[in-house]
Nanobody
Framework: QLQLVESGGGLVQPGGSLRLSCVAS????????IGWFRQAPGEEREGLSC????????TYTDSVKGRFTISRDNAKTTMYLQMNSLKPEETATYYC?????????????????WGQGTQVTVSP
């Protein structure tokens, strides 16, 4: 079974940057479609960015377009989320996810392997 472990979260000032990493074990990532999500307290899990197996044409939710970048390194079984110009309202737990199937939209229900989450706090 695929296991995912995130890292890279922490405290950052508004306008700052963080790079989240997600390492896969059990299988290589090249046969999976991947995504990054976040969930703030009391809110639903939100899809931020998703990417197909081949890495082409990733999708981004409107609120992060131009600021966040998803990438994958199949050889290292790692996926990344580069986050720039972070805002206080983006304080949340961030999750990586993967599926051997296909996602129609970048939403939670299409993904069946999840990391444990990493906390990102954006505050002065």
């Amino acid at each position: 079974q695929l296991q995912l472990v995130e890292s890279g979260g922490g405290l950052v000032q508004p306008g700052g940057s963080l790079r989240l990493s997600c390492v896969a074990s059990g299988f290589t990532l090249d046969s999976y479609e991947i995504g990054w999500f976040r969930q703030a307290p009391g809110e639903e899990r939100e899809g931020l960015s998703c990417m197909r197996r081949g890495g082409a044409a990733p999708t981004y939710t409107d609120s992060v377009k131009g600021r966040f970048t998803i990438s994958r390194d199949n050889a290292k079984t790692t996926m990344y989320l580069q986050m720039n110009s972070l805002k206080p309202e983006e304080t949340a737990t961030y999750y990586c996810a993967a599926t051997r199937g296909f996602y129609v939209n970048c939403v939670e229900r299409f993904f069946d392997s999840w990391g444990q989450g990493t906390q990102v706090t954006v505050s002065p």
